[in-house]
C-alpha cells in the first residue's frame, strides 16, 4: 500500500476551500474553528494521532486563503463602482485568449483581465483585481497579455472576479503582449498553419489535442467526444503535458542529456508548455497532474506519485482556492488519482491471464473512468458504456497526435514545408481518434441517462466505491471478465426500451433539455415535427431517441439563441431530416453559424401565415409578420422575432411561442384576437416579462413551461404561475418533471412526465 499520507493532506487543503467557497461566511467559519478545536483536543487527550494535525492546518490554511481572497474582491473598489454601475476608465491586462460567445443581443467577446487602475466618480485607485471584459462583437480582438486603457461600464458579478466590464468606447493599446507571450502565440499559430491543409476536422482536433485550442471544432464533433468519454482530449490536461514533456526527455537521454540537466530539461518543457497553453489556473492545473504523472512513471513511482498528488492538490488550493469547486480539477484529479492507486492493483489482476501490455492498457482507462463516473454523471446525466472501449481504441493515436502535431508546429516555425510534412502523421492520427469518437457516439446505447438528482448520484457513487474490491476479483479470471464484457457489449448493442414511455397517444413532448425548448409533435410512427432543439445535442438525441423518432420531416428553429439551436446535431444525427426552417431574423450570428454548421444547410424563412399539414400535423405559422415594427426597441429583438406557430394534433390545438416578449405578444393578441388552443407553450420559460392577460384569454388547460433547474434567472417566475393558475391553466415544467407528454385520449387531454 503506498503512503497514503499526503493524499490526507490534500484532501484536507479540499475541505477547507469547499468550506469556504459552498457555505456563508460566518457557519464557514465555525465549521473551520469547529474542527481545528476538535482534532487539537483529541491529539491532546491522546485519541487521535498527531499526524491529524497535518491535514487539519492544510484544511485551516486554505480555508483561510480563501477567505482572504473572497475579502479583498468584496473590499475592492471596483465592486463598489460595479454595485452603482458606474462609468469608469480602466488600466487592463488581458489574462486569457478571447472567446465568442452568443448573446442575448448578438455576439460577445468574452475575455479575463487584470485591472491595476480605475479612476471613477471623482477618484482614482490603484489596484490589481481580476475582472470579465464583455464586449460586443465591434471591439477588437486583442491578444493575451495586452495592456489597455478603456471607458466602461461595470456591473456586478459572482464568482472570483469584482466586476464585468462591459467596454463603452474603443480600446487604446498601452503595451504589446510580452515576448514570451508572441512566442507561445507564434507556435500555436504555426501548430494550426501545419494542419491547415488536411480534413476540416483533423485541423481542428490536432491543435485542441497539442495546446487545447479548440475553438474551431465542429459542436457536433464535441458532443460526439463528450458521448464517448473522450472530452479530456479536448482541453489540456495531465496527458498533454505527460506526452509533451516525456518526450522531450526521451529525446534528452537520446542526446545524452543526464542527472540534474535532465530534471532541468524537464522544467524547461513545463514551462514551455504552461506558456503555450496559456498561464491560466486551469492550464497550471493540468500541468501539475501532468507532473504527479511523469513522477508516477520513475522508479518507485507510485509511491511518489500518490504523495506528489497530495502535495500538488495543496499547492494549486493554496495559489487557486477556487478551483476547488471546479468540475475540470476534480475530474483531473480523481483520474490521477484512480491510475494511481487503482489501475496497479487491477492490472496485476489482469495478468494472471493476459500480458502486460494488455492489462495495462485496459486498467489504466478503466480506473480512471470509474473515479471520474459520479463527477461526469453530475455534470450530463449520462454515463457512458463505450468510454473505456473508446479511450483504449484512441490510445495509440493521442501521443503521435499530440507530439508530432508539436513538432510540426516547431519545425514550422525554422521551415513550413517541413513543419507539414512532420505535421502529417499527426492529422492522420486524429482521423483515427475522430473516427473512433463518431462510431462510437453512433452505438445504439452509447449511454444510459442517470439523473443529476442527490439520489442517483449516491447510488452511483456506492456503485463506483464497490468496484474497487470487487474489480480485482472480477478482472483476475477470465470467465468473470469476458462474461461482464459481453454483457456490456450486448447493453451497448441492443437498446434497450423505456418503460412506459412514449406513453399511448402521445401528440406532443416537451424534452428536458435544462434551461432551453425542445419539442417533439407526433407526426407519424418513428416521425415527429420539432420545434427547437435545446443547448446541448446529447440531451436532444437522447429526448428523440426515448421517443423513438427515426425521421424528422421538419425542424423548426424559432430562433438562434444558443438554448434553442444549441442541439441541432443531436436532431440530425442518425435521423432522416426533411426541411429546415428558421426566422428571418439571423441574430445572433454565431448561433446562425453554429445551426449551418450542425445542419449542413442553411436553414429556410418560415413564411407567415403559411398553413401546411406534415404528417398528422396541421401547422400555421403566425408571427413574425414581414416587415412588423410593432415591438418595444428596448426588448430583446432575436426573442421578439421568434416563430410562433399554431399546431394541431389528433385534435389538440398547441401554441408554441417561442421566447416571444410582451410587445409581440400584444402584436399576436390584437392579430389572433378569437385565438382559443388547449395546449399553451409558455414563452421565455417562463420569465416575469408576460403579457398576462393574453396568455390567459387562450383558454388553454395545459400550460407548458421549459425551463432548467436552479437556472440563474429566476424562471419561472411566481407571480406568472400564479395568473396562469388562476386562469383555469395546469401547469407542467421540466425542471421538477423530465420529458413531459400530451396525451389524447377518449375521455381527453392527459398528461404523462416521465420524471
Known sequence: MPDLRAVVLGAGAWAGALLVLLLPGRVALGAVLALAAVAGVLVVRRRLAAGWLGPVAALVAVAGVAALQQAVIATSPLT??????????????????????????????????????????????????????????????????????????????????????????????????????????????????????????????????????????????ADEFRTTGLTHLLAVSGTNLTLVVGSLLVLGRWLGVRGRWLHLLGAIGIAGFVLTARAEPSVVRAAAMGTVALVGMGSNGRSRGVRGLGVAVLGLLLVWPRLAVTAGFALSVLATAGILLLA??????????????VA????????????????????????????????????????????????????????????????????????????????????????????????PLA????????????????????????????????????????????????????????????????????????????????????????????????LVLTHFHADHVGGVAGVVDGREVGAIEATGLVEPAAGA????????????????GLTRTVGEVTLQTVWPRPGESRVDPSESAANNASVVLVAEVAGVRVLLTGDVEPSAQAALARDLSDLRVDVLKVPHHGSR????????????????????????????????????SSAGMRVWRTDLSGDVAVVARDEGLGVVARG
Open 80 to 221: 463598489g463602482l460595479a454595485e452603482q454601475e458606474a462609468v469608469v476608465t480602466l488600466r487592463l491586462e488581458l489574462t486569457s485568449d478571447v472567446r465568442v460567445v452568443a448573446g442575448r443581443h448578438g455576439d460577445l467577446h468574452v475575455v479575463r483581465a487584470q485591472a491595476s487602475r480605475v479612476h471613477g466618480r471623482g477618484d482614482t485607485w490603484l489596484l490589481d483585481a481580476p475582472v470579465v471584459v464583455l464586449a460586443d462583437a465591434a471591439w477588437p480582438r486583442l491578444p493575451l497579455g495586452t495592456s489597455l486603457d478603456t471607458t466602461a461600464r461595470l456591473v456586478p458579478a459572482d464568482g472570483d472576479v469584482a466586476a464585468l466590464v462591459r467596454p463603452t468606447g474603443e480600446p487604446r493599446v498601452v503595451a504589446p503582449p510580452d515576448p514570451w507571450w508572441d512566442a507561445a502565440a507564434g507556435v500555436r499559430r504555426s501548430v494550426r498553419a501545419a494542419v491547415a491543409g488536411r480534413d476540416a476536422d483533423a485541423r481542428e482536433l490536432v491543435p485542441a489535442l497539442v495546446v487545447g485550442d479548440d475553438g474551431g471544432l465542429d459542436a457536433r464533433l
Open 360 to 455: 495495462e492498457a485496459v486498467s489504466v482507462p478503466l480506473a480512471a473512468q470509474v473515479a471520474c463516473t459520479p463527477v461526469v454523471a453530475a455534470l450530463s446525466g449520462q454515463v457512458s458504456l463505450v468510454a473505456v472501449g473508446a479511450n483504449l481504441l484512441a490510445a495509440p493515436a493521442v501521443a503521435p497526435a499530440t507530439v508530432l502535431g508539436l513538432a510540426g508546429g516547431l519545425l514550422g516555425l525554422l521551415w513550413s514545408p517541413l513543419g507539414v510534412v512532420v505535421a502529417a502523421p499527426a492529422a492522420w492520427s486524429a482521423g483515427w481518434i475522430i473516427a473512433v469518437a463518431r462510431r462510437g457516439a453512433d452505438v445504439p446505447t452509447a449511454a444510459v441517462d442517470w439523473g443529476t438528482g442527490p439520489v
Open 689 to 724: 416579462h408576460q403579457d398576462t392577460d393574453w396568455l390567459g384569454s387562450l383558454g388553454a388547460r395545459l400550460a407548458l413551461v421549459s425551463v432548467g433547474e436552479d437556472n440563474d434567472y429566476g424562471h419561472p417566475a411566481p407571480d406568472l404561475l400564479s395568473s396562469l
Open 459 to 554: 447510488v452511483l457513487t456506492l456503485l463506483c466505491v464497490a468496484a474497487v474490491p470487487l474489480a480485482p476479483r472480477l478482472l483476475g479470471r477470465p470467465g468473470s471478465t469476458l462474461a461482464c464484457t459481453g454483457l456490456l457489449v450486448v447493453a451497448m448493442l441492443v437498446r434497450l426500451p423505456t418503460p412506459g414511455w412514449p406513453p399511448d397517444g402521445w401528440v406532443l413532448a416537451m424534452c428536458d433539455v435544462g434551461q432551453g425548448d425542445g419539442i417533439a409533435l407526433r407526426a407519424g410512427p418513428g416521425q415527429a415535427v420539432v420545434v427547437d432543439a435545446g443547448p446541448e445535442p446529447a440531451v436532444m438525441d437522447a429526448c428523440l431517441d426515448r421517443l423513438g423518432i427515426t425521421s424528422v420531416p421538419l
Open 593 to 608: 453559424r453554429g445551426v449551418e454548421s450542425a445542419a449542413g444547410r442553411v436553414p429556410a424563412q418560415a413564411a407567415y
Open 344 to 357: 496497479p492493483v487491477w492490472r496485476d489482476a489482469l495478468m494472471r491471464w493476459t500480458p502486460r501490455w
